[in-house]
């Protein structure tokens, strides 16, 4: 039985951003701190993209080794490379302006250059990560309780054998998708969610509380699942002290 869920609260969402990704530079550098590799989900979205800008702003003469850090992605849009929507990307471009990114260590989702589809490249990718369990696997939350590109009452959400499946329909674009699942996801040791904002609050108190119908209800960690929201994400659960 996974343990029950944490939530941090902070202020605002630049404070959050902030505070998330400090706390990511800390818990990665007491991963490689046995000298192994560290491996990494993130995802994409805007709550992650501010937490990755402050990361890469915080590497720089920290004690993290960038070269025993592995990189995965939860999830993708299925478009080409050199598409604004990517999550892979604007990740990549945001930190390899601060430390040093190793190819042979960073393994994004295929792009739709030259694939034959979403469902392929999932299969591809599915055969890339192979029984990697993430130390840390990080989500946003959509507005709709999603969580990478698994989305509530869709395909996407079904019970899965499969580690990384193709997504189509999405119900908000581009459809066609990426997506780890959410077994894949619940093997990584911890999970943490982000949310900011009011629009967020429904679904964060609901989600939280593990409202199964929502994919961010069904996921954790097997040591840890942790939420990082901003006060206006938090409007609609019982009061915390803010913690900044
Ligand atoms: O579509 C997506 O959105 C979610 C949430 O993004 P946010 O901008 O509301 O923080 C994101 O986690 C996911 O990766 C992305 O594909």
């Known amino acids: 039985m996974s343990e029950p869920c944490q939530l941090i609260r902070y202020c605002n969402q630049p404070e959050l951003a902030r505070r998330a ?10 991963l490689q701190a046995d000298g192994r590799v560290a491996q990494l989900c993130l995802t994409g979205g805007r709550a992650a ?3 990755y800008a402050e990361l890469g702003e915080l590497v720089p003469g920290s004690a993290l080794d960038p070269s025993r850090l592995e990189l995965w992605w939860g999830d993708e849009r299925f478009v080409p490379t050199d598409g604004t929507d990517r999550n892979a990307g604007p990740t990549l471009a945001l930190l390899a302006r601060h430390f040093l990114v190793d190819p042979a260590r960073t393994h994004p989702m295929p792009s739709a250059d030259g694939q034959v589809d979403a469902a392929a490249s999932a299969a591809t990718y599915a055969k890339e990560l192979g029984e990697t369990r993430f130390d840390l696997c990080i989500l946003g939350v959509g507005v709709d309780g999603e969580v990478a590109a698994i989305f509530p009452g869709h395909p996407s959400a079904e019970p899965s054998t499969q580690s990384v ?17 959410i077994e894949t996801i619940n093997r990584s040791r911890e999970v943490w969610l982000l949310a900011s904002g009011q629009e967020k609050a429904e679904v964060v108190s609901r989600a939280v509380a593990g409202d199964s119908a929502l994919p961010a209800g069904r996921v954790s960690g097997r040591r840890r699942t942790l939420w990082l929201v901003d006060e206006a994400a938090a409007a609609k659960l019982p009061y915390y002290e803010c913690s900044a």
Do not use: N, W
């Open 165 to 181: 499946i193709g997504v189509t329909d999405a119900p908000k674009g581009p459809p066609e998708r990426i997506s780890l699942t």
């Open 49 to 51: 993209l501010a937490t």
């Open 21 to 30: 990704a400090a706390r990511l530079l800390a818990s990665l550098i007491e």
